[in-house]
């Protein structure tokens, strides 16, 4: 599996606040994504990129930025945290092996509170 | 943004019963894959599959990718305590997003 890494695991912040999660993956995947995660939905997708220089909106995009530092590395960004954005959040990674077949390995998640 | 059906949302079942579970979507897929996650964790990959008809075991889990390319199937033959957790399927047309069901959420009672 590929090693995905989040910081931070938990976070609280008040409504108005910008805080950043970070993803770093160590397996050389080119492709990164954002999701999160609330009671009785499924995951659902804010950000992806294919490579460094590709981002590209999820269905849930806003509200959310998010940066590609190298092939390594996503962040997720709230500009202005509000209390509906409490979730737990994934970033996963993956790469088209033969035949372009894919497939996603997660990061452990953060918890993220919004008061 | 499209969702899959998953069912059932939860099972409750006695140690030693095998399981089985589903995932349906109103497009077809080239790719399904099934993950279990645990409380304040991510989701682990399970099982990958990638042709219409495909059957693929590891260990006691066996997942099948249906024949219509609309669904897939998971079973769990003799459950232990530690299957307990939440299993999601995941499918996917090449090259375009994901897209998760909500989840069968399995409780194994000893």
């Known amino acids: 599996d590929a090693d995905v890494t989040q910081t931070p695991r938990n976070r609280i912040t008040k409504t108005g606040k910008r805080i950043m999660l970070e993803c770093s993956q160590t397996?050389?995947?080119?492709?990164m994504y954002w999701y999160r995660q609330d009671p009785g939905l499924g995951l659902r997708l804010i950000y992806y990129?294919?490579?460094?220089?590709?981002?590209n909106k999820g269905e849930i995009s806003d509200g959310y930025s998010v940066s590609r530092q190298a092939q390594a590395k996503f962040s997720l960004s709230l500009e202005s945290a509000i209390p509906n954005q409490t979730a737990l959040y994934f970033c996963?990674?993956?790469?088209?092996?033969?035949?372009?077949?894919?497939?996603?390995?997660f990061g452990p998640g953060t918890r993220l509170l919004v008061l | 943004g499209q969702q899959l059906n998953q069912s059932p949302q939860s099972m409750f079942i006695q140690e030693g019963e095998d399981v089985s579970m589903n995932c349906t979507s109103s497009?077809?897929?080239?790719?399904w894959l099934w993950y279990k996650q645990d409380p304040g964790e991510g989701p682990v990959l399970l099982i990958a599959?990638?042709?219409?008809?495909e059957l693929t075991s590891n260990g006691r889990l066996t997942a099948q990718f249906g024949i219509t390319r609309k669904d897939s199937f998971l079973n769990i033959s003799a459950s232990i305590p530690s299957d307990v957790g939440i299993y999601f399927c995941?499918?996917?047309?090449?090259?375009?997003?994901?897209?998760f069901g909500t989840g069968t959420s399995l409780t194994v009672i000893p």
């Open positions: 996963a990674t993956s790469d088209l092996g033969t035949g372009r077949r894919e497939t996603q390995y």
């Open positions: 397996k050389g995947h080119d492709r």
């Open positions: 990129s294919f490579d460094v220089k590709d981002i």
């Open positions: 497009s077809i897929f080239n790719t």
């Open positions: 599959l990638y042709k219409a008809g």
């Open positions: 995941a499918g996917q047309f090449t090259g375009n997003q994901f897209y």
